[in-house]
């Protein structure tokens, strides 16, 4: 066959020709490949803090968490239009202090919101 005879097919009808490859990838998302999985266990220094007050700042949260021992950090989390999601995160100096913390805050309640806290898996 030729090279007409190929591209038309035999109906006379344009085959499908397959499509270039693009240069950007497949549009699995930006090329940063796979995610690693978590491995190991977390470090015990950091706890999630679940079902914390709406309008908790990152420093509420740190005084709030502060009896329990050092913070090194607290964070709270904030939807793009910058409201709370009503969690945190807090980094103790000690794996003592961060499971003083779950101890003393785990199921306890604040301003009608029963407080979660755990240690966090990815820190």
């Known amino acids: 066959r030729d090279v007409k ?6 109906e006379g009808a344009a085959a499908a020709a397959p499509r270039p490859r693009s ?9 940063r490949g796979p995610r690693a999985p978590i491995e190991g266990e977390p470090s015990g220094f950091q706890v999630c803090v679940q079902g914390i007050p709406w309008k908790f700042t990152w420093k509420e949260l740190k005084e709030l968490l502060a009896e329990c021992g050092e913070v090194e950090r607290s964070d709270v989390m904030t ?39 755990f240690l966090d898996k990815k820190a």
């Open 5 to 10: 005879q190929f591209v038309e097919g035999e």
């Open 79 to 117: 939807a793009p239009d910058g409201r709370s999601k009503g969690w945190g995160t807090v980094r103790f100096t000690t794996k003592e202090a961060a499971n003083a913390a779950i101890e003393q805050f785990h199921g306890s309640t604040l301003e009608e919101r029963t407080l979660t806290v």
């Open 23 to 31: 240069a950007r990838g497949r549009g699995r998302g930006r090329g």
